[in-house]
């Protein structure tokens, strides 16, 4: 049937029987608006026209579904644009030293090599050009390569994680063995804290330092309620670093006993104390970094020493305890060490505490006693009364 107009409403129609090869039929139905053409017999012949191809094509007059758009390609950013981001994180997750420590990385050295690329842009090459580079060029200690290269991969992992990047490309191996510490010796101890003596109460805390290891901040940010005369122990549970109070490196509280000369230095400062700080300024307020290192200074001149840190003296507490023979278990819970590898630099200095230890082997069997029980006794039924 050619194209038609509906005499109730005026519009045009088509039907139409469609033969296909294998001899089967469809009839077809529609209206020219149904394929975008006009409401005439022109539109409605045209209309036909394309129902018949669709259905010879298809199987269906219903137009082909639209092809799938391609999914948006999501942009990688910059290592540039990618920081802020990191930063972020990292704001969230460490303590502000740490960060400050972070936004000095990335100016000083990620941003100026690979600022400009995009995250994938990273690879092998790129990265162990720039670590070759800083061994040769820049002449940088195998630990700070091994940290800014540890940093650059934290960045890069943290933006696999958000979905910039699909891996983390092959990283090069930086070795970066500890160094043993240096310390200094018992006679060099007593001289230091005999020049501080005149200079109280500097005196106290060079004292209580090397007596406890405490780290500098832990030693600026320590208050009197941590500290427990009577029962010959304080408590470390905050950190003071670049005038911002917070918890102990490590993240975790712990408790350090007092030797006889720490309680009567602490003693002796207890008794005009300035407020809430051990040690603190004049006016109770807490001490800033150059003032201590200054004060320490000084003591070294009295003393006819070289200059040391304070971070020296925390070596001397743990390196005295080693030669001392002192496990390094113990050590390492005095000092508030995360990683046993810090604790182990101090190993070297007590060779005779393992020596005894294997000596012990050439000594005969310990012996079972002979009295005590192999099995527990059988419980009667009565015994179940207390259980809970």
Same mark, same amino acid.
């Given at each position: 049937?050619?194209?038609?107009?509906?005499?109730?409403?005026?519009?045009?129609?088509?039907?139409?029987?469609?033969?296909?090869?294998?001899?089967?039929?469809?009839?077809?139905?529609?209206?020219?608006?149904?394929?975008?053409?006009?409401?005439?017999?022109?539109?409605?012949?045209?209309?036909?026209?394309?129902?018949?191809?669709?259905? %010879?094509?298809? !199987?269906?007059?219903?137009?082909? &579904?639209?092809? $799938?758009?391609? *999914? #948006?390609?999501?942009?990688? +950013? /910059?290592?540039?644009?990618?920081?802020?981001?990191?930063?972020?994180?990292?704001?969230?997750?460490?303590?502000?030293?740490?960060?400050?420590?972070?936004?000095?990385?990335?100016?000083?050295?990620?941003?100026?090599?690979?600022?400009?690329?995009?995250?994938?842009?990273?690879?092998?090459?790129?990265?162990?050009?720039?670590?070759?580079?800083?061994?040769?060029?820049?002449?940088?200690?195998?630990?700070?390569?091994?940290?800014?290269?540890?940093?650059?991969?934290?960045?890069?992992?943290?933006? %696999?994680?958000? !979905?910039?990047?699909?891996?983390? &490309?092959?990283? $090069?191996?930086? *070795? #970066?063995?500890?160094?043993? +510490? /240096?310390?200094?010796?018992?006679?060099?101890?007593?001289?230091?804290?005999?020049?501080?003596?005149?200079?109280?109460?500097?005196?106290?805390?060079?004292?209580?330092?090397?007596?406890?290891?405490?780290?500098?901040?832990?030693?600026?940010?320590?208050?009197?309620?941590?500290?427990?005369?009577?029962?010959?122990?304080?408590?470390?549970?905050?950190?003071?670093?670049?005038?911002?109070?917070?918890?102990?490196?490590?993240?975790?509280?712990?408790?350090?006993?007092?030797?006889?000369?720490?309680? %009567?230095?602490?003693?002796?400062?207890?008794?005009?104390?300035?407020?809430?700080?051990?040690?603190?300024?004049?006016?109770?307020?807490?001490?800033?970094?150059?003032?201590?290192?200054?004060?320490?200074?000084?003591?070294?001149?009295?003393?006819?020493?070289?200059?040391?840190?304070?971070?020296?003296?925390?070596?001397?507490?743990?390196?005295?305890?080693?030669?001392?023979?002192?496990?390094?278990?113990?050590?390492?819970?005095?000092?508030?060490?995360?990683?046993?590898?810090?604790?182990?630099?101090?190993?070297?200095?007590?060779?005779?505490?393992?020596?005894?230890?294997?000596?012990?082997?050439?000594?005969?069997?310990?012996?079972?006693?002979?009295?005590?029980?192999?099995?527990?006794?059988?419980?009667?039924?009565?015994?179940?009364?207390?259980?809970?």
């Amino acid at each position: 049937m050619p194209a038609k107009q509906d005499k109730r409403t005026g519009h045009w129609f088509f039907r139409k029987m469609v033969t296909f090869p294998d001899g089967t039929k469809r009839r077809i139905f529609g209206v020219p608006t149904d394929y975008g053409e006009k409401d005439t017999k022109a539109g409605a012949l045209e209309a036909e026209r394309i129902a018949i191809t669709r259905i %010879r094509e298809s !199987g269906t007059t219903d137009p082909k &579904p639209p092809a $799938p758009a391609a *999914p #948006a390609v999501k942009e990688v +950013p /910059t290592v540039e644009d990618f920081a802020p981001v990191w930063l972020a994180k990292s704001k969230a997750d460490n303590k502000p030293s740490s960060v400050k420590h972070k936004i000095h990385t990335l100016n000083a050295h990620i941003l100026p090599e690979f600022g400009k690329l995009r995250l994938d842009q990273i690879d092998f090459d790129k990265v162990e050009t720039w670590r070759v580079r800083m061994h040769e060029q820049d002449e940088f200690e195998p630990a700070t390569v091994a940290r800014l290269l540890s940093e650059f991969r934290a960045l890069l992992s943290y933006a %696999r994680k958000k !979905g910039h990047i699909v891996a983390v &490309p092959e990283w $090069p191996s930086q *070795p #970066a063995p500890l160094g043993r +510490p /240096t310390f200094l010796s018992f006679e060099e101890t007593d001289r230091l804290i005999a020049a501080a003596e005149p200079m109280d109460p500097w005196k106290a805390m060079v004292i209580v330092a090397v007596r406890t290891g405490l780290r500098h901040g832990e030693l600026t940010g320590l208050r009197w309620e941590d500290v427990d005369l009577d029962g010959g122990k304080l408590s470390v549970v905050q950190n003071l670093v670049e005038g911002v109070f917070g918890t102990p490196k490590s993240g975790k509280d712990r408790e350090v006993p007092l030797s006889n000369d720490a309680i %009567r230095a602490l003693r002796t400062i207890y008794k005009s104390r300035r407020g809430e700080l051990v040690f603190s300024s004049k006016t109770g307020k807490p001490l800033a970094h150059w003032v201590t290192d200054n004060a320490l200074r000084l003591i070294c001149r009295h003393a006819k020493m070289m200059p040391i840190g304070w971070h020296k003296l925390r070596h001397t507490f743990a390196s005295h305890l080693a030669i001392r023979g002192v496990s390094i278990m113990a050590i390492r819970e005095l000092l508030g060490h995360a990683n046993i590898k810090m604790t182990l630099r101090y190993a070297h200095l007590a060779p005779e505490v393992r020596r005894e230890a294997v000596l012990l082997l050439d000594e005969p069997p310990p012996t079972k006693g002979k009295d005590k029980k192999s099995k527990k006794s059988k419980r009667t039924d009565n015994d179940d009364t207390n259980e809970e």
